[in-house]
Nanobody
Framework: QVQLAESGGGLVQAGASLRLSCVVSGRTFHLSDMGWFRQAPGKEREFVAAFSRSGGRTYYRDSVKGRFTISSDNAKNTWYLQMSGLTPDDTAVYYC?????????????????WGRGTQVTVSS
């Protein structure tokens, strides 16, 4: 069906930048919405950013507005999360997710397909 492969995580110092990539393969023609989520140890998975292709809208978690940017390269079927000004609070496993269409972009269960996650660790 649909496969997602994330990459780009790593260990960086506070204030650094990272660009996460998510390659979406398989039967992707029906997909409309894409989201980035993250989960820190002992915490719930939380919304980071999302894009609705059908609606042409972008959504961001308040704490990442102005620092993170979601984008895509349609030719490569790849989504990106450009992260700047990273802080230790951004430390988490980051997941990309896609869906045919979601009504609540900030809710993880709305998404049908998920990647395995990529670790982002920000040292102080």
């Amino acid at each position: 069906q649909v496969q997602l492969a994330e990459s780009g995580g790593g260990l960086v110092q506070a204030g650094a930048s990272l660009r996460l990539s998510c390659v979406v393969s398989g039967r992707t023609f029906h997909l409309s919405d894409m989201g980035w989520f993250r989960q820190a140890p002992g915490k719930e998975r939380e919304f980071v950013a999302a894009f609705s292709r059908s609606g042409g809208r972008t959504y961001y978690r308040d704490s990442v507005k102005g620092r993170f940017t979601i984008s895509s390269d349609n030719a490569k079927n790849t989504w990106y999360l450009q992260m700047s000004g990273l802080t230790p609070d951004d430390t988490a496993v980051y997941y990309c997710a896609v869906a045919t269409e979601v009504r609540r972009h900030r809710v993880p269960c709305e998404y049908e397909y998920w990647g395995r996650g990529t670790q982002v660790t920000v040292s102080s």
